[in-house]
């Protein structure tokens, strides 16, 4: 998988290095690159309101994802003030063949600004609610707060993040990402392709709740001898570890009132977590016992990497 990730990553850097090569040798040859007339509409742009409709086709978090593949259609409104806040509620439908049901409501605020012209930033915070049973890694995750920081420099930008994501004790997380943009059109109608490459840091109490509840339901499923299994999970080192290197490429075409787009997503995750839950176990009939077992599932042993696309389309009014 390193030398896998290796290759990627030269061939995404190259890239980068060879569209900053381009950009300058047509700007020597007086050919104009639509890269650089991208006019920032931020502050100019009106407030409104915006309805969007996408799908994913499965649900993949810090590079980790359940052992079935859970897409969702997701519908969320929200309300987007010129001065830079903006406020949003979203509801997530599963929509797998085996089950379709709602299975978490989102809401959201934050605020973006400009520090300088090429220094941005944002803070943001999420309220989470997820349904009972839900099999989303991110399922034991209540909520976070964010923030981040974006300097371009002219041929990339580099953007900055830290949050606090409340599980069952809160977790800590730090994302890094370099990206590129290229626009063809006007900001009236506009296709702009922007690849990226992520990186992302946490500690793990939200996947300790998460093994909690699965190998809970499990352990309950498939023996019908027992009335309940409280489980309770602990990573083998709880810290800050990096979990996951994502590539990306947001491809999306804007007008003024409506958009559409789509970003195939390549996750590969890093670091194997390995877990030992402690479950108490409640037979319908005789005593009560606890059993001390080795939880870690197959997919962390053996990490593969993840694929996903989400697609969708908006509306502003």
């Not at 800590?172 to 370099?178: E, S």
């Not at 922007?194 to 509840?213: D, I, R």
């Not at 003024?256 to 319908?284: D, E, F, H, M, V």
Request: glycine share 6%; proline share 3%; net charge neutral.
């Amino acid at each position: 998988m390193s030398n896998k990730f290796t290759a990627i990553t030269f061939v995404f850097i190259i890239v980068l290095i060879y569209s900053n090569f381009t950009n300058a040798q047509s700007i020597r040859n007086g050919i104009t690159d639509t890269t650089l007339i991208k006019v920032d509409s931020t502050s100019a742009e009106k407030s409104h309101f915006k309805f969007d409709f996408n799908y994913v086709n499965n649900s993949v978090y810090l590079g980790r994802a359940d052992s079935l593949a859970l897409p969702y259609i997701t519908p969320t409104i929200g309300y987007y003030d010129k001065s830079g806040f903006y406020i949003s509620a979203s509801v997530g439908y599963l929509a797998s063949s085996a089950s379709k049901k709602i299975d978490y409501y989102s809401f959201d605020a934050g605020y973006e600004f400009y520090i300088t012209k090429k220094l941005s930033g944002s803070v943001s915070a999420n309220k989470c609610v997820y349904q009972e049973g839900s099999k989303i890694v991110s399922s034991d995750v209540k909520g976070s707060l964010s923030a981040s920081l974006t300097y371009d420099f002219d041929f990339f930008e580099f953007n900055t993040g830290l949050s606090a994501s409340f599980a069952n004790k809160t977790d800590i997380g730090i994302d890094a990402t370099i990206s590129r943009s290229f626009y063809l059109g006007n900001d009236d109608k506009q296709w702009t392709i922007t690849p990226k490459a992520m990186v992302n840091l946490s500690t793990l109490y939200f996947y300790e709740g998460y093994t909690s509840k699965s190998f809970s339901n499990k352990k309950l499923n498939t023996n019908t001898t027992l009335i309940s299994v409280t489980s309770v999970t602990k990573v083998a080192q709880n810290k800050l570890t990096l979990m996951d290197i994502e590539l990306f490429v947001p491809i999306s075409y804007d007008e003024k009132k409506w958009g559409i787009y789509c970003t195939p997503t390549l996750a590969i995750p890093q670091n194997p977590i390995y877990t030992t839950t402690t479950s108490t176990y409640k037979p319908r009939n005789g005593n009560t016992y606890v059993k001390i077992e080795d939880s870690t599932p197959e997919s962390e042993k053996n990490l593969s990497t993840s694929f996903f696309v989400e697609a969708g389309i908006y509306f502003k009014f």
